[in-house]
């Protein structure tokens, strides 16, 4: 799994994760952190069903799960607590709020000394 610092704003960039251009390719992450993300991930408390936002995705961080010629990103905003799933030709956005300090202690650890990742967005 790698991380990947994004452009916050839809744009056309030949390196990019739907549409939101790549500003900078992070580590690869580490055995516990890829524990930790996939526990976030697959944990039902970690998503709200039953509000829909009305703020746009606007993702900083995004995580590539690859495996064969197989991708799925995970994007991740911090100023409107929402992620978005892709792959396989398909986008699915959620609420993140309930994880939301794990995804940005997470993010701030991949990316030490990043001054857009305060959780406020933006680049």
Request: hydrophobic fraction near 40%; aromatic fraction near 8%; charged fraction near 25%.
């Amino acid at each position: 799994v790698q991380a990947l610092r994004l452009e916050p704003r839809l744009g056309v960039a030949l390196e990019n994760v739907d549409g939101f251009k790549i500003l900078k390719q992070g580590p690869m992450l580490t055995a516990p952190q890829i524990d930790l993300l996939k526990n976030i991930i697959h944990d039902e408390k970690s998503y709200d069903f039953d509000h829909v936002k009305r703020h746009p995705m606007d993702p900083v961080v995004a995580y590539r799960f690859k495996k064969g010629t197989d991708v799925v990103h995970v994007s991740v905003s911090f100023a409107g607590n929402l992620w978005q799933f892709s792959g396989f030709g398909q986008k699915q956005v959620e609420d993140n709020d309930a994880v939301r300090a794990e995804l940005l202690k997470l993010a701030q650890d991949l990316f030490p000394g990043d001054g857009g990742l305060t959780g406020e967005g933006g680049k």
